[in-house]
């Protein structure tokens, strides 16, 4: 049981410890609350997550009306939305733990949990709790790639290199990539197998949870050469352009590429790795002579018992 409070704990010259850690509010000149100010630009992109969030929830009720099509387009819409927050953040010098939160939260609805319901509603239904249990999964393998993202993306001894790669395929890109047969099947090249949708669906959610590394195209952007910015932009306004004008058949081939190209970024991480490791190699040859480790260093002093003795070299 908590321990009683004393008068001369509220009242008196000595203070408790629940009294001290008590924060009274800041008052201005007329006895009213000083609330502290929080600046647009931290607001701004949590707006856009919160746009995104509530696009990714209307194709889930667009899904279940019915309409398909509306359906993928407003999950292609917050995928472009969850593109932009972020890099508005980071130019606005806006980001933020509670932004940071919320973008995950939101990539759950999104790309998780929206993308499993489209796909159940739409064919895996016809397989009763097979099709259902192929929906969760993704769903759930969704919310684990988030988690794993948000415990990794601080990790201290992560070289710099490391940031041109995903571990597995990202949320957005595994919402888009899982819902290709909707794509075949509104391009009107046939139905597919129920059944082969389910174990498609179950590849890319294990995508997403494995180890894989992919390419993240952080750094795509930051900086453009002068002569390749109008290049880009007539690129950007024709890639748009062909999206609105032919979504299926853009989305269609997009995802092929995307999964065509996973193994290229395999191929770039082992590179990466390797010239790391053949560096580190470099510098320790390098070292003078006299900061090399001797083997009178490695060498246990005699006055260690013989139980430390037993243990591994490299415990000691």
């Not at 410890?17 to 007329?30: A, E, F, G, V």
């Not at 957005?172 to 099947?185: E, Q, S, T």
Request: glycine share 8%; with cysteine.
């Amino acid at each position: 049981m908590a321990e009683r409070m004393r008068p001369d704990d509220v009242t008196g010259t000595g203070r408790s410890r629940y009294t001290q850690r008590m924060r009274i509010p800041s008052l201005d000149r007329n006895g009213s609350r000083r609330f502290r100010t929080i600046p647009a630009r931290v607001l701004l992109p949590n707006l856009v997550t919160l746009l995104a969030l509530g696009v990714g929830l209307t194709g889930i009720r667009l899904a279940f009306e019915g309409k398909m099509e509306l359906a993928l387009g407003a999950i292609v819409f917050a995928a472009l939305l969850d593109g932009i927050d972020g890099r508005l953040a980071r130019l606005m010098k806006g980001q933020s733990r509670f932004g940071a939160e919320l973008d995950s939260l939101a990539d759950f609805m999104n790309f998780g949990c929206a993308p499993a319901l489209i796909l159940y509603l739409w064919g895996l239904n016809a397989l009763g709790n097979v099709g259902w249990i192929a929906a969760m999964v993704f769903a759930i393998c969704g919310a684990l790639r988030l988690a794993r993202f948000n415990v990794m993306v601080d990790a201290p001894d992560k070289p710099v290199w490391a940031d041109k790669f995903f571990t597995g395929v990202p949320a957005p890109a595994g919402a888009i990539v899982v819902m290709l047969p909707i794509y075949v099947d509104l391009l009107g090249l046939g139905h597919a197998s129920e059944l082969l949708v389910a174990l498609y669906t179950l590849a890319i959610g294990f995508l997403m949870v494995s180890q894989l590394p992919v390419f993240s195209g952080k750094r795509v952007g930051k900086r453009v050469p002068r002569e390749a910015v109008l290049p880009l932009i007539v690129a950007m306004v024709l890639f748009f352009a062909l999206l609105v004008a032919y979504p299926w058949q853009v989305l269609s081939l997009g995802t092929v590429a995307y999964l065509v190209c996973l193994p290229l970024g395999w191929v770039a991480f082992k590179r990466h790795s390797r010239q790391d490791a053949e560096a580190s190699v470099d510098a320790g040859r390098a070292r003078p002579a006299e900061e090399q480790p001797t083997a009178a260093s490695h060498a246990i002093p005699s006055d260690r018992s013989e139980k430390d003795n037993e243990r591994p070299p490299r415990l000691n």
